[in-house]
């Protein structure tokens, strides 16, 4: 089994000229695995699916998508999910989707 990981953004509190922030997507045959969803994620989502498309064998699917990992609560990594998730409702998305994400005491 294959797994592909897309770096969609590296910069931190805010995105740079040349960076983006967090975001990340890790894919395998049994689907989409979302890191951290910055802003902008839904975006540059879209912009590495078409890049993948001229590529036969490689499809970025939201449709794929079954879990969302937070790897913590900063903006900077979770201010792109209810976009996100707002434009997967206008595409009839009715699979569910398995969020991940830190607990505090």
Partial sequence: MSIEVHILGTSS???TSIRQVSGN???CADGIVVVDAGEGFQTRFFEQRKRMKQHEKYHL???KVGALC???GHLDHT???LPWLQSLAL??????LLVL?????
């Fill in 79 to 81: 201010w792109g999910v």
């Fill in 25 to 27: 997507l890790v894919s």
């Fill in 101 to 105: 994400g830190p607990t505090t005491n």
């Fill in 13 to 15: 509190a805010r995105p």
């Fill in 91 to 96: 595409d009839n998305r009715h699979q569910s």
């Fill in 70 to 72: 937070l790897t913590h």
């Fill in 61 to 63: 699917k939201p449709s």
